[in-house]
C-alpha cells in the first residue's frame, strides 16, 4: 500500500509540478490574436418599408421607402401596420415571396447577395419596390 501510495505521489508530481511552473506569465499560450487597426464591427441593419394603401385608388398605392440600400447581411422588414387590404412582397426574379400579408402582419428577408432586386406586389402589381444589395 506504501509503495502505491508513493508511486502516485510521484506520478503527479512529474505531471503536475513541471506544468504550473514551464510557463511564463508573460507567455501567449496557443495562436497569438492581433488587433487590427481601425477596424470596426458593424451589426447588420433591418431596414423597414411600410405600405401607403390608405388613398381609396388602389392605384395610388405604394411602399414607403419605394428604394432602400442595404449591405449584404441587412433585413429588410415590410410592415402591414397601416395597410388596409393583403399584400405581398415578391421579388421579380422570385427568389422570395412573403406571401399574402394581412393588414398588421410583419415579414422579413435578410439578404446574402450584392446585387438590385427588383420586387412588387402580386395583386397590385403596379406597386413597385428596389432593394439595392451593397457589398
Given at each position: 500500500m506504501k509503495r502505491f501510495f508513493l508511486m502516485f505521489a510521484a506520478l503527479a508530481a512529474v505531471l503536475f509540478v513541471p506544468a504550473a511552473v514551464a510557463v511564463p506569465a508573460h507567455a501567449?499560450?496557443?495562436?497569438?490574436?492581433?488587433?487590427?487597426?481601425?477596424?470596426?464591427?458593424?451589426?447588420?441593419?433591418?431596414?423597414?418599408?411600410?405600405?401607403?394603401d390608405a388613398d381609396r385608388d388602389p392605384q395610388m398605392w405604394h411602399w414607403v421607402p419605394d428604394q432602400v440600400t442595404a449591405k449584404v447581411g441587412d433585413t429588410v422588414?415590410?410592415?402591414m401596420t397601416g395597410a388596409a387590404v393583403a399584400h405581398t412582397a415578391t421579388a421579380d426574379n422570385a427568389s422570395w415571396d412573403s406571401g399574402y400579408m394581412n393588414p398588421g402582419a410583419k415579414w422579413t428577408h435578410t439578404f446574402t447577395a450584392a446585387g438590385d432586386v427588383p420586387y412588387h406586389c402580386t395583386p397590385h402589381p403596379w406597386k413597385k419596390g428596389v432593394i439595392h444589395v451593397t457589398p
Open positions: 501567449v499560450v496557443g495562436p497569438a490574436v492581433r488587433a487590427l487597426p481601425n477596424v470596426q464591427y458593424v451589426a447588420p441593419a433591418n431596414h423597414v418599408v411600410k405600405v401607403e422588414t415590410w410592415d
